[in-house]
Structures are given as structure tokens and as C-alpha cells.
């Protein structure tokens, strides 16, 4: 069965179906290019400083540690959109086709409740290290931001997830491509 969102095709006759990959691809697509940018900038800038002008660059460690944090936050609904997530199938070639999509449903809907019980967590953290004033050790960034950031994905990983519970994919397609999430 061909996928519908690289053809630009529209969804079937009766079938819900929400494409935001395109605003994901601009917004958080873009966030996560630009932020492992500035992590190969800063490793580069680090290490000729380090091994050849014997200066290192400051609170580089630091830096990529918090950038590092926020690139995974920042692709993780893009992976979830894409259905990009590790799975293993040990079970699914042995269903039939109606199986597996009740346990594709089952996949996305607690998927969904995981990743939203994440995004609670996380703003409760966020929440607690805006009000301490946690900051990194050397460079005193603010941690809280990266807290929101973390929570906001995984709501958004939620969703899209929920909507693949909801949307499982059809019996007839095939279990490797569109499976659970």
C-alpha cells in the first residue's frame, strides 16, 4: 500500500486523518538542525581550541550537555509522527492482519499515556527548578527552560501517538511498516 503522506495524496473515503508533518518538519525539524549545529560548532571550536591553541572552550562540556537534552526533545515527535521508533516484533508475523492492528491501537493509546505521564512529570520538574533557580554549574544556565521544552515534546509525542491508537492502520497493511509505535 502506498504512504499517503510522501504522495501528497488525501486521506481515504471515511478515514480521519491529521498530516502534521509539515509543521513539525518547519518548527521542531528546524529547532533540532539548528541546535546540532551549534553542538558541531561548539565540538569543533572545543577541540582546536583545546589541542591547538591550548584553550579549551569554556563550559563546552556544559553546553552539550543541555543542547544534547534538547535535540532529543526536539525530535522526539518528529520520530513519533514518522512511527521511526525501535520496536520489536516478536509476536506480529504471527497474528492475522485484525490483530495487528488491535495491537498497533494498543501501541499508539499507551504510547499516549506513557509519553503524557512524561510531560506531567516534567513540567512538575520544570515547574520545581524554575522556583529553586536551577541553574547549570559553571555557566548558570537556566535549567527550567530545557524542563519545558522536554514536557511540551513528549505532549506533543502524546498526541500524535493517541492519534495513531485511534488511527491504527488499516488490516491490510503490512505489519513491519505501520505497525505499533
Known sequence: MADRRD???SPAKGEAFLDIRPLLERSLGLGAALILFALVLITCVDVVGRYFLDAPL???????????AALVFAALPLTTERR????????????GPRARQ???AFAGLFSAALLATFAWRLATHAMRSMQDGAVTNA???PLAPFGFLAAFSCLVSAFIAFLR???PPAPSDHH??????
Open 176 to 181: 513491519g511498516e505501520e505497525g505499533a509505535l
Open 102 to 104: 488491535l495491537l498497533a
Open 84 to 95: 521511526e521508533h525501535v520496536e520489536v516484533d516478536l509476536v506480529t508475523g504471527f497474528l
Open 58 to 68: 569554556s563550559g563546552a562540556f556544559e553546553l552539550t550537555e543541555v543542547l544534547l
Open 7 to 9: 504522495t501528497g495524496a
Open 165 to 167: 491508537g485511534i488511527q
Open 139 to 141: 555557566l548558570e544556565i
